[in-house]
């Protein structure tokens, strides 16, 4: 599970980049320390409202998806290829 949490605090990152934010800038519209990005990063663990909280300041929505094969292949943009 931890390691998910590294691939969402990721991708919530380079979304930010995306968008011309740095991590300290992510973290001041978060209204967070930048320390609680890096530390997250390194210890692979985050509340779940910080993290809500920094998707949300990327225009990024937290979601769950069923666990399936499918489901993966639809996230991937696979579903229809040969």
């Known amino acids: 599970m ?36 890096s530390r997250a990063k390194k210890s692979n663990d985050i509340k779940f409202s910080t993290l809500q909280s920094l998707a949300q300041c990327v225009g990024l929505t937290l979601s769950l998806v069923p666990d399936s094969s499918i489901a993966e292949e639809v996230l991937k943009g696979s579903l229809f290829d040969d």
Not at 18 to 27: F, I, P, T
Request: aromatic share 0%; charged share 35%.
């Open 2 to 37: 931890k390691k998910d949490i590294s691939k969402l605090l990721d991708q919530i990152i380079e979304t930010g980049k995306k968008k011309g934010l740095d991590q300290k800038a992510l973290a001041k519209k978060a209204q967070i320390n930048v320390s609680s990005i």
